[in-house]
């Protein structure tokens, strides 16, 4: 049982390029989440997806796209990667319905953007 | 604007001492809350949470407080163990729906043998 996995680990890009951060999960969740976290920053919400099927935008969600490949994975895409997009990214999965709010992260992924 | 709030960017404490980590939040609509532990280059991992019906909830070593009319949540580990050196993020959601959690920026906890 992987939990929640990423790929790649790390990355570094230069202005202009486009990369897809990958994301699974296999605990069978329904909702999946992707957030951001600069140095001394909280985790900020990029974008979600309540179900398979639906995506929703979060608190900070230009320059980014997502796809709701299936149930298990949640990609997230960045056209043009900008410097300010240098960041860590984590995805997240969670149950979802009444009650199940405690979502699941994955290790992260360290973008660098030149 | 930033509605949830943890004010100490750090903490030492003695270990087998108790630990207390405080965070506030400014949005009334918040009633879902939970804590988190992150160490270096690792995903944060889930440590507890509460509902905004409950006042206190408890698992093991570590218990959460809410206060609503003070908008204050605290959680305290007792005793303090050396493996709990970490960052401690606080979050919260509004109820029902999928939609994410809202971070304060955390409180890194050091334990000092």
């Known amino acids: 049982n992987a939990g929640v996995t990423q790929t790649p680990k790390f990355q570094v890009l230069k202005t202009g390029q486009s990369m897809t951060l990958q994301c699974a999960q296999d605990?069978?969740?329904?909702?999946m989440y992707w957030y951001r976290q600069d140095p001394g920053m909280g985790l900020r919400l990029i974008y979600y997806s309540a179900s398979e099927g639906t995506t929703d935008k979060g608190e900070v969600p230009n320059g980014y796209n997502v796809s709701r490949l299936n149930k298990r994975e949640f990609s997230l895409r960045l056209e043009s990667a900008a410097p300010s997009q240098t960041s860590v990214y984590f995805c997240?999965?969670?149950?979802?319905?009444?009650?199940?709010?405690?979502?699941?992260f994955g290790p992260g992924t360290r973008l660098t953007v030149l | 604007d930033q509605q949830v709030k943890q004010n100490s960017p750090s903490l030492s404490v003695q270990e087998g001492r108790i630990s207390i980590l405080n965070c506030d939040y400014t949005n009334s609509m918040f009633d879902y809350f939970l804590w988190y532990k992150k160490y270096p280059a690792e995903g944060p991992t889930f440590l507890i949470s509460?509902?905004?019906?409950?006042d206190k909830n408890e698992d093991g070593r570590f218990t959460v407080f809410l206060n609503k009319s003070a908008k204050h949540l605290s959680l305290h580990i007792v005793p303090s163990q050396p493996g709990d050196s970490a960052v401690y993020f606080c979050a919260s959601k509004t109820g029902g729906g999928a939609d994410g959690l809202t971070f304060g920026k955390g409180t890194h906890l050091i334990i000092q043998p």
């Open positions: 997240a999965s969670s149950l979802g319905g009444s009650g199940k709010y405690e979502q699941f």
């Open positions: 605990m069978n969740h329904n909702s």
């Open positions: 509460i509902s905004s019906i409950k």
